[in-house]
């Protein structure tokens, strides 16, 4: 008995319309966690690469320790650091985000630190001129002058922990990756090919909505431009 030839999903098409409906809770909970999942792992990684990049400025024979570090985290393979990690945080979501937490570091603490020695040292001058402290001067002066390249960074380490994101889903925990791993498994093509393109959905959206509020807190540079 052949299938009806409106049945996209009997005939197991890329593009199927009865897919989405028919799924469309189970595509809701893939993305919400996958969004959950890139968020936390972001502002994780963003808490600990801001204190690293201050000292990295601050000190200059901690700079190079410091890069040096993030940087031979990032190149190892996304399997190898799961690997590394499952003892300590077990088959968990706290895996997947302690593994893109390490990954996303050595994109910010760069940005984040070439943002910070990109300010002129005449404009930290006239601060402390101005009976600007230490703190003050961080705050008020160099945080907010850096913010363009620490910008870049973010929107960066954002974009790569939605993409690794779907490694997740060798542990259970891996938003849409979980569905393009069981699609591939099953050679559900609707399925894998609707996970992937919400995958590049999230992406894009998430790297225009922090283009835009990077417009919104540096309007100094669109005055520039």
Do not use: K
């Given at each position: 008995?052949t299938a009806p030839p409106d049945d ?45 990049a201050l000292v990295a400025r601050r ?167």
């Amino acid at each position: 008995m052949t299938a009806p030839p409106d049945d996209c999903l009997a005939r197991n098409e890329w593009i199927c319309g009865a897919y989405l409906s028919s799924r469309r809770d189970i595509l809701w909970d893939a993305a919400l966690q996958h969004l959950q999942l890139t968020a936390v792992s972001v502002l994780v990684a963003l808490v600990i690469a801001v204190p690293l990049a201050l000292v990295a400025r601050r000190l200059r024979w901690a700079a190079g320790p410091v890069l040096g570090v993030t940087t031979i985290l990032y190149t190892v393979p996304s399997l190898a650091m799961f690997s590394l990690l499952l003892p300590v945080y077990g088959l968990s979501a706290s895996l997947v985000v302690a593994g893109l937490v390490l990954y996303s570091l050595t994109l910010l603490v760069r940005n984040i630190l070439a943002g910070l020695r990109a300010v002129p040292e005449e404009t930290r001058q006239a601060a402390r001129g101005m009976g600007y402290g230490p703190v003050r001067l961080l705050v008020a002066v160099e945080l907010p002058l850096a913010l363009p390249a620490a910008m870049a960074g973010l929107r960066i380490a954002t974009v790569s922990a939605v993409s690794l994101v779907t490694i997740g889903a060798i542990v259970g925990y891996g938003g849409l990756g979980n569905l393009i791993y069981s699609g591939m498994n099953t050679y559900f093509r609707a399925q894998v090919l609707t996970a992937s393109v919400l995958c590049v959905v999230i992406a894009v959206a998430a790297d225009l909505l922090l283009l835009l509020a990077q417009r919104l807190l540096t309007p100094w540079t669109r005055r520039q431009s």
